[in-house]
């Protein structure tokens, strides 16, 4: 049974730092790009990051470049995503997500997807 599981949300003031990680198992995830994605109260899904299998190439959402950090161990079936600077609008539960298929910020392109870990930026 694939299973991607997020940890590592939770509260912190606007500024600060937090390091999310998703591991994976079930099954191994060679050549697959993983992401993450994002879900505010009323709002859509949307990306946030993702990163290839090879290489690795970084993709990043607008709001977030230069301020969060995706990175991935292989070995470890482990993708991370370090946000600094977090700002209030960051407040989401966030996913991470993993595909086999070209592209990496579209959500339908997602096959497998875990329940999500809340971040929640006070001002």
């Known amino acids: 049974q694939v299973q991607l599981v997020e940890s590592g949300g939770g509260l912190v003031q606007a500024g600060g730092s937090l390091r999310l990680s998703c591991v994976a198992s079930?099954?191994?995830?060679?050549?697959?790009?993983m992401g993450w994605f994002r879900q505010a109260p009323g709002k859509e899904r949307e990306f946030v990051a993702a990163?290839?299998?090879?290489?690795?190439?970084?993709y990043y959402a607008d709001s977030v470049k230069g301020r969060f950090t995706i990175s991935r161990d292989n070995a470890k079936n482990t993708m991370y995503l370090q946000m600094n600077s977090l700002k209030p609008e960051d407040t989401a539960v966030y996913y991470c997500?993993?595909?086999?298929?070209?592209?990496?910020?579209?959500?339908?392109?997602?096959?497998?997807w875990g329940r999500g870990t809340q971040v929640t930026v006070s001002s």
């Open positions: 997500a993993a595909s086999r298929f070209s592209g990496f910020s579209s959500r339908a392109q997602y096959e497998y």
């Open positions: 079930g099954r191994t995830f060679s050549g697959y790009t």
């Open positions: 990163i290839s299998w090879s290489r690795p190439s970084t």
